[in-house]
């Protein structure tokens, strides 16, 4: 059975970092795994995603702050923000989805993602 399980959210100021954990079960040959975040009254959306092969994509927004990275040993990925912003408080998600060609190439949209963590809180307080 395919399971993810995420950790690591939290509370912290304006400035500061937190690092989530996706711990990952179940899985077998070539897949791409995501975060997603999404904050009360909007829509879930994809912040960065690597491939099995270490292919990352992240959006305009995460560039430089935030960096996904992944222990194949351990089957976990990993979000490491720093510079937190208040607008990056949301449920933070992991999901996982099959490896397919060039798919660095396009936008990291929940709607191709079929197995999703149960999410774990972000909150950035200015």
């Known amino acids: 059975q395919v399971q993810l399980v995420e950790s690591g959210g939290g509370s912290v100021q304006a400035g500061g970092s937190l690092t989530l954990s996706c711990a990952a079960s179940g899985f077998s040959g070539l897949n791409i795994m995501a975060w997603f975040r999404q904050a009360p009254g909007k829509e879930r959306e994809g912040v960065a995603a ?6 990352r994509r992240s959006v305009d927004s995460a560039k430089g ?15 490491i923000m720093d510079n937190l912003k208040p607008e990056d408080t949301g449920m933070y998600y992991c ?3 099959r490896w397919v060609i060039l798919w660095e190439r396009k936008s990291i949209s929940a709607s191709d993602f079929g197995t999703w963590g149960q999410g774990t809180q972000v909150t950035v307080s200015s």
């Open 95 to 97: 999901a996982a989805r």
């Open 50 to 55: 690597i491939d099995t092969f270490g292919t």
């Open 65 to 79: 702050r935030f960096t996904i990275s992944q222990d194949k040993a351990k089957n976990t990925v990993y979000l």
